[in-house]
């Protein structure tokens, strides 16, 4: 059993990935920013299905806060696996995109990066074993209208882990993105009617939050031990 945290749990895509790796076997923390009580639910229902679980609130943006809570995780073990999911969208053409619009969408996805990825690096390249997936996005990498600010967030996490795995390579910590497409939570909730989702993914549906789960869990596993420094595409063949 290793101890994962993943930044987001309170949101479709995390608390999925939260409900696979507690499946797995893993004690999961279950990160939330002001759904504290969705991630307690979800806490409930993990230890009901006979999981181990564990719920937790900070704004991954607020650098203080953050690192003062991942303090007080790391007092009860080193966090082995870390998947940083939380991220937000503030969509606007760029002509007409606000500074706060661009700052509010990297400070979370880029500053959460470093604010939370650095004060466990080292404890856990002290297990000699450990897993750090980032969920990135299908804008990264094809661009996508009306997200410059969110395209260039979610690339830097790509460029950010290639670097990284270098550095935590000898240690048996391994670092990836994956890059979702179009997956069916809140995110996208009401943004494409199935006429769009056709026209924009060759397998003409959107994704499931499970999905992502299943490929977040194998890159946390012991046998993704040789894959470090990619990014991984799921998105139903859009590119
Ligand atoms: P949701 O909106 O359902 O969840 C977003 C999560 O991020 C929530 O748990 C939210 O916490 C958390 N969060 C937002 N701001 C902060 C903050 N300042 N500090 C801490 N946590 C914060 O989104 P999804 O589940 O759809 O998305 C999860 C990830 O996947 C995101 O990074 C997103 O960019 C990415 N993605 C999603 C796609 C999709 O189609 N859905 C496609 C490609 C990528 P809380 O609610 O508790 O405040």
Known sequence: MKRALVTGGSGGIGAAICSRLAADGHHVIVHAN???????????????????????????????ATA????????EGAIQILVNN??????????????????RVLDVSLNGFFNVTQPLTMPMMRTRWGRIVS??????????????????????LHAA???????????????????PGLIATDM??????ADAV????????????EEVADLVAFLAS??????????????????
Not at 36 to 62: E, R
Not at 188 to 193: P, W, Y
Not at 198 to 209: A, D, F, I, N, T
């Open 161 to 179: 882990s290639k670097s990284l795995a270098l550095e935590l390579a000898s240690r048996g910590v391994t670092v990836n993105a994956v890059a």
């Open 222 to 239: 012991d046998r993704a031990a040789y894959i470090s420094g990619q990014v991984i595409s799921i998105n139903g063949a859009m590119i």
């Open 34 to 64: 002001r759904g504290l009580d969705k991630a307690q639910a979800l806490v409930a229902q993990i230890q009901a299905a006979g999981g181990s679980a564990q719920a937790v609130a900070f704004d991954v943006t607020d650098r203080q």
């Open 68 to 75: 003062a809570a991942l303090e007080r995780l790391v007092e």
């Open 198 to 209: 056709k026209k924009l993914v060759p397998m003409q549906r959107v994704g499931r939050p």
């Open 86 to 103: 939380a991220g937000i969208h503030d969509d606007a053409v760029f002509p007409g995109m606000s500074g706060e619009q661009w700052d």
């Open 188 to 193: 996208i909730d009401g943004s494409f009617d």
């Open 135 to 156: 969920i990135s996005s299908v804008a990264a990498i094809a661009g996508n209208r009306g997200q410059v600010n969110y395209s260039a967030a979610k690339g830097a």
